[in-house]
């Protein structure tokens, strides 16, 4: 008697549950990108740092220009440059300009910048067209963030606009969690290295390229090391080097019946990895446990690239998310309008390969491809999962249905 599968949200809690955000690195602002952080980030000084030109134009005493007009412009001695950058310590005396380019410190006894625009653009003198009130075109110094103010918040899942604000506050590392570090290794002694010539029998490697770049658009550092034999000796000891950079090994191939089934045959003897038969299509087989001295998270996903990107997408992905410190570790899902009929099997979950387009707001959903997942062509095709309820056998056209949009754009 074969044992009753084990549903996709029973293995999905097991993993949930042994997976944690990483601790705590300071890290610059470039591998800071796109991870959480854990600190909360004060301006240490006021932003902007000094009140500065918000164009390039003159910087005056309003009151000395409040007569100007088109017809009637105020003629004023120019006695000096400021650019940005600039440190010349310039005075505006009453009656007197300084011309001042955008961003350039506001020299003291100026309380406005006309714009350029509104004069000749003189270099010794600058007859001036307009009045205007004191303050303006002038950034002023804290405007955006006043001095100690927390300018982000620990949770902040750092992408490049806070990026930005973080270098604009002066800050060059800051404390996040960082990348897990993923070891990617597809199992099959048919396959090949892309670009290698073919023998009988043999197929390139799809798996490892597929799931490291899926990896890595995760958030995570995926390090691709390819293809292992099925070899129980070479998996163990591939394995047990690959341990020590890894925060998560993913595993494909070898976790069925077969009988060269080798990561199910090496990692049910570790004892920490169970191997379970999943109520879903695709992706029915599945490793997962924690292996090596620090109880890494070990996922042995089925050889079939669709597989692999499914049970990916369903376990893998959600994994990384939480080690990231994201709280949104789902991909986001919607109801679309079904354009074809559909079946699915009795008792398990189906994820289909699907194009959503969405149109005002009302997304539809059309299959792409069969069912069969060998078919990583129909996959490449499609941009979202169509999931369907255990218990649903046959979908109606028109119908609704859940849909986990992917990272592409839904045309
Ligand atoms: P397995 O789970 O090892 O029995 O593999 C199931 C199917 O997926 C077989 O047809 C394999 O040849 C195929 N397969 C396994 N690994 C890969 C891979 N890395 N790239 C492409 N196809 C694979
Ligand atoms: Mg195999």
Known sequence: MTEPLKSVDAQLADVMAVVSPLGGLELTLSDAHGCVLIEDVHASFPLPPFDNSAMDGYAVRADDIRAAAAGAPVV???????????????????????????????????????????????????????????????RRAGEDATQGTAVLAGGTHLGAAQIGLLAAVGRDRVVVRPRPRVVVLSTGSELVEPGQPLNRGQIPD?????????????????FRVGIVPDEPGILADTLEDQLIRADVIVTTGGVSV???DVVKEVLSRVGTVSFDR????????????????????????????VSSFVSFEVFVRPAL??????????????RARISEALRSPSGKRSYLRG????????YTVRPVGGTGSHLIASLAASNALIVIPEDTTAVEPGSAVRVMLLERRHQ
């Open 278 to 305: 999943i109520a879903m299509q695709p992706g029915m087989p599945q490793g997962f446990g924690v292996i090596g001295p620090d109880n890494t998270p070990f996922f042995g996903l089925p050889g079939n690239p």
């Open 76 to 138: 004023l001695p120019v006695v000096g440059d400021v650019a940005a950058g600039s440190t010349t310590p310039y005075t505006v005396q009453p009656g007197l300009c300084v011309r001042i380019m955008t961003g350039a410190p506001l020299p003291p006894g100026a309380d406005a910048v006309i714009p350029v625009e509104d004069t000749d653009g003189g270099i010794a003198q600058v007859a001036i067209r307009r009045a205007v009130p004191p303050g303006h075109c002038i």
């Open 321 to 334: 998310r939480r080690m990231l410190g994201i709280e949104q570790v789902a991909r986001p899902m919607v």
């Open 355 to 362: 194009w959503v387009s969405v149109e005002e707001g009302v």
């Open 206 to 222: 799809a798996n490892s390229a597929l799931l490291t770049a899926a990896a890595a658009e995760s958030g995570a550092i995926a």
């Open 258 to 260: 077969g009988a060269y």
